[in-house]
């Protein structure tokens, strides 16, 4: 493991654009897009679809912001189709249109991922920032089913919509989900900086995780296949998650502007990360110091170092070791033999008696030009 080969790439997740029409408080995307360089063109992406495929990588992701701005998407869409990639586009349905829905189909898009803020108009409209957004979404859902996709909805769930898991399910069996994933927040990108305003307290969580649980029992006696997906947030873990499968594992993230990152989040690091318009894939991938930086165990300290589970969990997320005690090298602080652990109980704590409301949150398209650092 000391210094590993990595294989190919499996998943590659291509970010079009950091453009959106929503201001989502919990965006992933950096807290300074606006300043990021500008978009690869077709040609590009292009290639860089041609490069990942030779390469072995066999799942594709269209991301943002909102892929949807891109007129190019068909284009790239054909072009994934052409190499062998299973297609994914992950959309907010904001200008998606049924002609879309048919024209992404004939293209041999595979599949499209449509999100929500809530199971309401009003509190997904405020959350998204547009008063249209939940009546698109939902028109838009039921186009993708109409046309024959699978139907995988997302929602990011956060304190302000937690007590809604009955109404959320009851609506995922209405639109006729397969996949419904409800995804607490991970605290990076806009979700950190937002993070006292967002994080649910422990007693909300336990009631969230007994309804899904409630739901999937009854789904399961009435010969439902809808699947759902609870995804507990990192805080609430005594064990870090085995980050993106391990660093430079199976995860390869283009962004808008081509830098190429072993996670979606890892641009926020003091690591240099090498972009597509400078260098091969197959370089950046196998030979970039951005990319070796955490491959294997030799860079790990302690407690990591000597740690049993280092081979299960790859010391955890280096994104979030950075955002909570300034060094990337560091144990997840999740893990409860991090000697930092004190600080995500104390974010639990902070949970318990939090009093923020969705006007204290900070939206991402009121404040993008502004660049922030966490230490």
């Not at 405020?126 to 929602?155: C, I, Q, T, W």
């Not at 609506?171 to 900086?193: I, M, N, R």
């Not at 974010?347 to 939206?363: E, K, M, N, P, S």
Request: charged content about 20%; glycine content about 6%; some cysteine.
């Amino acid at each position: 493991m000391s210094n590993p080969r990595p294989g190919p790439p499996f998943w590659l997740l291509a970010e079009l654009t950091y453009r959106c029409p929503l201001q989502c408080p919990y965006c992933s995307n950096p807290l300074d897009f606006a300043q990021q360089g500008q978009e690869l063109d077709t040609e590009a992406w292009i290639r860089v679809l041609r490069e990942a495929r030779a390469m072995g990588a066999a799942q594709l992701g269209f991301s943002g912001g909102e892929p949807l701005v891109r007129p190019d998407l068909p284009e790239l869409i054909a072009e994934a189709r052409q190499l062998g990639f299973y297609t994914n586009l992950i959309t907010s349905g904001i200008g998606l249109t049924e002609g879309k829905v048919k024209q992404f189909r004939e293209a041999g898009l595979d599949h499209i991922q449509v999100s929500f803020q809530a199971s309401d108009p009003e509190l997904n409209n405020a959350v998204a920032g547009s008063r249209k957004a939940f009546d698109s979404k939902l028109a838009m859902a039921r186009a993708v089913h109409a046309e024959g996709y699978p139907m995988v909805l997302n929602f990011v769930i956060h304190r302000h919509n937690i007590h809604q898991m009955d109404d959320i399910i009851r609506l995922c069996e209405e639109l006729g989900a397969d996949y419904v994933e409800l995804a607490t927040c991970q605290y990076y990108g806009w979700a950190f900086e937002n993070r006292e305003g967002l994080m649910p307290s422990a007693a909300q969580l336990a009631t969230a995780e007994k309804t899904v649980n409630e739901h999937r029992e009854r789904l399961q006696a009435a010969g439902s296949a809808m699947q759902l997906i609870f995804v507990t947030p990192d805080y609430y873990e005594e064990r870090p998650k085995a980050c993106m499968n391990g660093w430079g594992s199976i995860f390869l993230t283009v962004t808008p502007d081509g830098t190429a990152l072993p996670c979606h989040s890892a641009r926020i690091l003091p690591i240099e990360f090498p972009n597509v318009q400078e260098h091969a894939l197959q370089s950046i991938w196998y030979d970039s110091s951005g990319f070796n930086h955490y491959r294997g165990d030799a860079w790990m300290p302690e407690p990591c170092r000597s740690c049993d589970e280092k081979h299960k969990d790859f010391g955890g997320c280096r994104c979030q070791a950075y955002l909570l005690t300034g060094d990337a090298d560091n144990a997840d602080p999740v893990c409860d033999k991090s000697p930092h652990h004190e600080r995500v109980l104390a974010a639990r704590r902070a949970a318990d008696h939090a009093t923020a409301g969705l006007a204290d949150l900070t939206y991402r398209n009121a404040r993008n030009s502004r660049v922030i650092v966490k230490a």
